[in-house]
């Protein structure tokens, strides 16, 4: 690869209903994170983690003027304009940001810093959508809304520290879709958006549509950034998520997609999300977003 993956935790949990998302950044570590990249032929250095206040120490509803009933906005755009920074400088400096969520309202972070000096193609690896925005989402939780988000929807629109003017609706792809709201559906069918869902896997296989994804997300881009919610895959291979989804990817089509993405080298940027060791089972889902991020930093069978 020839160019330093740089980790940067992002223990961030004011995105998510439930509480334990935070301890994301460590599980993974712990799950064999740095071992697993350097077997890879990767070398690797830790910045440890964002410093953010616990949820309990905060108000959900204080927020900017209309803006909806985003919780803990404030928290998220503070937490998010500090990751944008960090990302942004780690691509100056010309290695690869590697982020640890942390729930996933940390991708607008990671997504304007990635965007920041580059046309950015988007690959989202999840059971959701994450297109609500603050008046159509039910729950008011902003890990259902990075996308709307960096692509300035709804009120989105009118905080600039939330979008992402370099990536446009059709450089982003939907990789195994299976749990979306109404409003999203229709919001993705007015997009430019493009979307697989887990009957698009079932029907072509996980290299095809992922091959098929990555074209879309790398024409007339500088490179994809890859998110992956550990919701994506199915809950027997991922039990510590928050919102867990029957009938997503298997261990292996997992592994199949992150080794698709390195065979293409097109990552610029990359963050891992959503693991909640709270609700896992001996760090299965810890060890298993380690050894992914791994996939997508080369590390092979031989």
């Given at each position: 690869?020839?160019?330093?993956?740089?980790?940067?935790?992002?223990?961030?949990?004011?995105g998510?209903?439930?509480r334990?998302v935070?301890?994301?950044?460590?599980?993974?570590r712990?799950g064999?994170?740095?071992?697993?990249?350097?077997?890879?032929?990767?070398?690797?250095?830790?910045?440890?983690?964002?410093?953010?206040?616990r949820?309990?120490?905060?108000?959900?509803?204080?927020?900017?003027?209309?803006?909806?009933?985003?919780?803990?906005?404030?928290?998220t755009?503070?937490?998010?304009t500090?990751?944008e920074?960090q990302?942004?400088?780690?691509?100056?400096?010309?290695?690869?940001?590697l982020?640890l969520?942390?729930?996933?309202s940390?991708?607008?972070?990671?997504?304007?810093?990635?965007?920041r000096?580059?046309?950015?193609?988007?690959?989202?690896f999840?059971?959701?959508?994450?297109?609500?925005?603050?008046?159509t989402s039910?729950s008011?939780?902003?890990?259902g809304?990075?996308l709307?988000?960096?692509?300035?929807?709804?009120?989105?629109?009118e905080?600039?520290?939330?979008?992402a003017p370099?990536?446009?609706?059709?450089?982003?792809?939907?990789?195994?879709?299976?749990?979306i709201?109404?409003?999203?559906?229709?919001?993705?069918?007015?997009?430019?958006?493009?979307?697989f869902?887990m009957?698009?896997i079932?029907?072509?296989?996980?290299?095809?549509?992922?091959?098929d994804?990555?074209d879309v997300?790398?024409?007339d881009?500088d490179?994809?950034?890859?998110?992956?919610?550990?919701d994506?895959?199915?809950?027997?291979?991922?039990?510590?998520?928050?919102t867990p989804v029957?009938?997503?990817?298997?261990?292996?089509e997992?592994?199949?997609a992150?080794?698709?993405?390195?065979?293409?080298?097109v990552?610029?940027?990359?963050d891992?999300?959503?693991?909640?060791?709270?609700?896992?089972?001996?760090?299965?889902?810890?060890?298993?977003?380690?050894?992914?991020?791994?996939?997508?930093?080369?590390?092979?069978?031989?």
């Amino acid at each position: 690869m020839g160019r330093t993956v740089r980790i940067i935790g992002a223990p961030m949990d004011y995105g998510a209903n439930r509480r334990g998302v935070d301890m994301g950044p460590s599980a993974i570590r712990y799950g064999g994170l740095a071992d697993g990249l350097e077997s890879a032929g990767v070398e690797c250095t830790d910045s440890g983690d964002l410093l953010i206040p616990r949820a309990e120490e905060r108000d959900p509803d204080a927020k900017p003027p209309r803006t909806g009933n985003a919780k803990f906005l404030n928290e998220t755009e503070d937490v998010c304009t500090r990751l944008e920074d960090q990302v942004a400088e780690t691509l100056s400096e010309g290695s690869f940001p590697l982020v640890l969520g942390g729930d996933h309202s940390i991708s607008i972070g990671t997504m304007s810093g990635s965007a920041r000096e580059a046309d950015l193609g988007v690959i989202w690896f999840d059971a959701h959508a994450d297109l609500n925005t603050p008046e159509t989402s039910p729950s008011g939780n902003v890990h259902g809304m990075p996308l709307a988000a960096a692509l300035g929807k709804g009120l989105f629109g009118e905080l600039e520290w939330a979008r992402a003017p370099r990536v446009r609706e059709e450089s982003v792809v939907y990789v195994g879709l299976r749990s979306i709201d109404d409003r999203e559906r229709e919001a993705i069918r007015d997009s430019d958006v493009t979307a697989f869902t887990m009957s698009d896997i079932d029907e072509r296989g996980i290299t095809a549509v992922v091959e098929d994804a990555i074209d879309v997300a790398t024409t007339d881009t500088d490179g994809i950034h890859v998110s992956l919610d550990l919701d994506w895959l199915d809950p027997k291979a991922a039990p510590g998520v928050g919102t867990p989804v029957r009938g997503g990817a298997t261990y292996r089509e997992a592994h199949s997609a992150l080794e698709t993405v390195f065979e293409r080298d097109v990552l610029r940027s990359m963050d891992v999300v959503e693991v909640n060791p709270i609700l896992d089972e001996q760090n299965e889902t810890g060890i298993l977003a380690a050894e992914l991020a791994a996939s997508a930093f080369g590390k092979r069978i031989l």
